[in-house]
């Protein structure tokens, strides 16, 4: 399985921004996926997650209510949403898909990493 990440980029706090995520390869509508975050200088941290089914799609506390996570499965796209971004926000963004129907926020559950995509935000 290959993960693409794209639509990081440059946006003012309080801005907004659609990462997307294009799964290609030996894939399976039951893979979990996932998006992950790490700035610099510090460890990669969880986002968001959606199962196969899309019925379950945690959050991390700090981006809860202003990140929505998607998956179009036709597509093989997994999308995060960004509203209201913050300067803390700033980031490479990364999706990940796991071999399994649900991983969650564990980082060890996920089998395959896109190469992340950034994103800043300017206060």
């Known amino acids: 399985v290959q993960l693409q990440a794209s639509g990081g980029g440059l946006v003012q706090a309080g801005g907004s921004l659609r990462l997307s995520c294009v799964a290609s390869g030996r894939t399976s509508t039951n893979n979990g996926m996932g998006w992950f975050r790490q700035a610099p200088g510090k460890e990669r941290e969880f986002v968001a997650a959606?199962?196969?089914?899309?019925?379950?799609?945690p959050y991390a506390d700090s981006v809860k209510g202003r990140f929505t996570i998607s998956r179009d499965r036709a597509k093989g796209t997994l999308y995060l949403q960004m509203n209201g971004l913050k300067p803390e926000d700033t980031a490479v963004y990364y999706c990940?898909?796991?071999?399994?129907?649900?991983?969650?926020?564990?980082?060890?559950?996920?089998?395959?990493w896109g190469q992340g995509t950034l994103v800043t935000v300017s206060s």
């Open positions: 959606i199962s196969w089914s899309g019925g379950s799609t």
């Open positions: 990940a898909a796991a071999n399994r129907a649900y991983s969650g926020g564990d980082y060890a559950q996920y089998n395959y």
